[in-house]
């Protein structure tokens, strides 16, 4: 099992790590992009689409 970060709050329901309202199940997390100057350009390169959420919308924009 996956070790669950407590620190990290995760709003990303269709996100495979995400558990319960707001934890993260992910090891590590990977945030770039390295050239970021607002919250809008990062990117969570941890992020994998849930079986949920596959072949519906939710948002997703990929």
Request: glycine share 10%; charged share 20%; proline share 2%.
């Amino acid at each position: 099992m996956p070790k669950e970060i407590n620190e990290i709050t995760c709003f990303a329901k269709n996100c495979v790590y995400h558990k319960g309202a707001t934890s993260c199940t992910a090891g590590t997390i990977e945030v770039g992009n390295s050239t970021a100057c607002r919250c809008g350009e990062t990117q969570c390169s941890t992020f994998k689409l849930n079986d949920n959420a596959v072949g519906k919308s939710y948002g997703c924009a990929d």
